[in-house]
């Protein structure tokens, strides 16, 4: 069993992965079972889609579920490429590295 991380504290910068996934999330096989997709390893989230920020807070989260990391985003990346329009956005709830949200036990958000 995975334990909550309270290695990450507010004040810290982050790299948060877009969702807790394997590499092959863009086009996941339609059969594919979640726990080949989900991984509490962070070295195989989609390295390509990530925000970097700083930690403001940590408290639960209604709309993910859990507790959550709130990131003020600094750098936003998408398939590869910064997101510098409009679209970038300005603040995550990434949950808390350890804890079961709807997405299962993540672990994509790590220390830079």
Same mark, same amino acid.
């Given at each position: ?5 309270? @290695?990450?504290?507010?004040? #810290? ?19 594919? !079972? ?5 991984? !509490?390893? !962070?070295?195989?989230?989609?390295? #390509?889609?990530?925000?970097? %920020?700083?930690? @403001? ?7 993910? %579920? ?20 409009? #679209? ?25």
């Amino acid at each position: 069993m995975i334990e909550p991380d309270i @290695t990450i504290k507010v004040g #810290d910068k982050v790299r948060s992965y877009d969702f807790p996934f394997l590499e092959n999330v863009h086009n996941p096989e339609p059969s594919m !079972p979640l726990d080949e997709i989900f991984s !509490p390893d !962070p070295t195989k989230y989609a390295k #390509d889609c990530y925000i970097e %920020g700083v930690v @403001t807070r940590i408290d639960f989260t209604e709309s993910v %579920g859990c507790d959550c990391y709130h990131i003020d985003v600094t750098k936003d990346i998408w398939k590869g490429k910064e997101v510098t329009s409009v #679209d970038k956005r300005e603040k995550v709830a990434a949950p808390v590295n350890g804890v079961k949200s709807f997405f299962g036990v993540c672990n994509g958000v790590v220390k830079i």
